[in-house]
């Protein structure tokens, strides 16, 4: 059976690899970097969240508790509002606020009305939450260290400014631009 996708077979001969009247399934040549990248982020999530249990946070609110403290911190102290924190992260204000709503039960991040504009909404760590998040840093520091020993240190700063380069609005407006071409 061959399958059809936008006009292009995706059972094609394989050429010189295969023996003759051979086909060979396209979608097993493909190469898809979203499904690798996906797979390596579970896998890496996976092993931070284990090292993280014994704080009491997942790696994603590891990372939501210390870009708020990044964020304060260049900031005066002045806590992020919650779109300047989406789009710092890279995602919908309805998945931040998802994903802050236990820290906010647990009493680790405050929501505080912006002082100009009273339906802003600012997220701050509270005190509790910078007394986790330091507990929570030396769990992370143990892992991390782990990782970069595995992977070598200049393949994981590889593998970082990757990370960081696709999601910056750069890479974004480079591929929209592509699509001109």
């Not at 890496?44 to 249990?53: E, Q, R, S, V």
């Not at 403290?69 to 789009?87: E, F, I, K, V």
């Amino acid at each position: 059976m061959s399958w059809k996708n936008n006009g292009y077979d995706m059972k094609k001969r394989s050429g010189s690899a295969s023996a003759p009247g051979e086909e060979k399934n396209a979608y097993e040549m493909l190469v898809c970097t979203n499904t690798a990248v996906r797979r390596a982020a579970r896998r890496l999530g996976n092993l931070y969240d284990d090292a993280l249990a014994p704080s009491g946070l997942k790696a994603t609110q590891l990372g939501l508790l210390a870009e708020i403290q990044r964020w304060a911190a260049a900031n005066s102290g002045q806590a992020p509002t919650l779109q300047d924190l989406a789009g710092k992260l890279a995602i919908q204000i309805s998945a931040l606020t998802h994903a802050l709503r236990p820290l906010v039960r647990d009493g680790l991040v405050a929501l505080q009305p912006d002082e100009l504009d009273k339906r802003t909404k600012r997220g701050a760590l509270t005190t509790a939450g910078e007394a986790r998040l330091c507990e929570a840093l030396e769990h992370w520091a143990a892992v991390n260290r782990r990782i970069e020993a595995v992977l070598s240190p200049d393949s994981a700063g590889t593998l970082r400014a990757l990370a960081d380069l696709v999601a910056s609005d750069e890479f974004l407006a480079a591929y929209s631009h592509s699509q001109a071409e």
